[in-house]
């Protein structure tokens, strides 16, 4: 019900073209930095290079938040008629958590799907310290 009543939030017809590179440049980045700063957050622990590239695979998919708070900015500038600007950044915000949405979670559900049975191990677990 929650991913319906954000994707009910944006009318595609109205999304200008230039929402839609920048949010995709925002979450591109933002999926790099993600990525390395798990990677390295691992790093720290006896993790194979492959349970590390699978950690930082698995952190990928993002959509609960972004569906709960997404239009949360459309909603607050409707309710408080903040004007013509504010409705813009609102829509903005929906656009990007809509992109994010789309993005993340199939391409993090087939990351998890193809790496998981190529770099982690079956067995036992160690113990390491």
């Given at each position: 019900?929650?991913?319906?009543?954000?994707?009910?939030?944006?009318?595609?017809?109205t999304?200008?073209?230039?929402?839609?590179?920048?949010?995709?440049?925002?979450?591109?980045?933002?999926?790099?930095?993600?990525?390395?700063?798990?990677?390295?957050?691992?790093?720290?622990?006896?993790?194979?290079?492959?349970?590390?590239l699978?950690?930082?695979?698995?952190?990928?998919?993002?959509?609960?938040?972004?569906?709960?708070?997404?239009?949360?900015?459309?909603?607050?500038?409707?309710?408080?008629?903040?004007?013509?600007?504010?409705?813009?950044?609102?829509?903005?915000?929906v656009?990007?958590?809509?992109?994010?949405?789309?993005?993340?979670?199939?391409?993090?559900?087939?990351?998890?799907?193809w790496?998981?049975?190529?770099?982690?191990?079956?067995?036992?677990?160690?113990?390491?310290?």
């Amino acid at each position: 019900m929650l991913f319906g009543l954000i994707g009910a939030a944006v009318a595609l017809d109205t999304v200008e073209p230039s929402y839609v590179r920048g949010g995709l440049a925002v979450v591109t980045v933002g999926l790099l930095v993600r990525l390395l700063v798990t990677y390295f957050s691992v790093s720290a622990k006896r993790f194979t290079t492959g349970e590390r590239l699978f950690v930082a695979m698995a952190w990928i998919p993002k959509a609960t938040v972004q569906a709960a708070i997404g239009a949360l900015a459309l909603d607050l500038a409707r309710q408080n008629n903040a004007g013509q600007q504010a409705e813009n950044y609102g829509t903005q915000v929906v656009t990007v958590a809509v992109l994010a949405i789309l993005l993340t979670a199939p391409l993090g559900a087939i990351g998890i799907a193809w790496s998981g049975p190529r770099w982690l191990q079956r067995g036992e677990p160690t113990r390491r310290g």
